[in-house]
């Protein structure tokens, strides 16, 4: 849902700049020289984004390759310090993040407790999507029944749980 929420946003704002999953591999990825989650992302979002011809517009796409490494664990937390960075470092203020709708409340809190702790991201203005949300709005009758049996589904409250026990601990610093 959030590549084809992240389709529905370009084709409406036209963005400057694309970033997918912009963090490290895991460590079998890493074992076997296997891609990236922003390699196959990004790779997925250009064959199936279906441009206009005539618009001539055509979206940058900022990869995470295999072979760049972390100074720390690939995580929601580290994956948005990455993505700030990289704000920073092509002079972009304005960041819109796609996220599934049980990811948004801790995502929003750590676009917080990064701009409140750092203060060189405060010159950011992020803003956070909803993928489900975004869907609707762009087709609701294509998206509502995929949308309403996530929502509806045990794995979105055993993640919301675990969400919700992850923010506390942000918002405590353990």
């Known amino acids: 849902m959030n590549l084809d929420a992240g389709r529905a946003l370009i084709h409406k704002y036209e963005p400057k700049l694309v970033v997918c999953a912009y963090g490290g591999r895991s460590k079998y990825l890493e074992s076997i020289n296997g891609p990236s989650e922003s390699e196959v992302m990004s790779a997925w979002l250009v064959r199936t984004a279906q441009w206009e011809p005539d618009t001539g517009y055509r979206f940058k796409i900022a990869v995470w390759e295999r072979t760049r490494q ?15 960075d990289l704000a920073l470092e092509r002079n972009l ?29 405060r010159v950011l203005s992020p803003v956070l999507f909803e993928s489900e949300e975004v869907l609707l709005v762009a087709d609701r009758e294509l998206y509502g029944l995929s949308v309403q049996t996530l929502r509806d589904s045990k794995s979105f409250a055993r993640s919301w749980a675990r969400e919700a026990d992850g923010i506390q601990k942000i918002v405590r610093d353990v």
Do not use: C, D, M, W
């Open 93 to 121: 203020k304005r960041i819109a993040i796609v996220t599934v709708g049980v990811h948004v409340p801790r995502t929003a809190t750590y676009v917080a407790k990064h701009l409140s702790a750092y203060e060189k991201y």
């Open 70 to 84: 972390l100074p720390a664990p690939s995580n929601t937390r580290q994956e948005l310090l990455n993505i700030f």
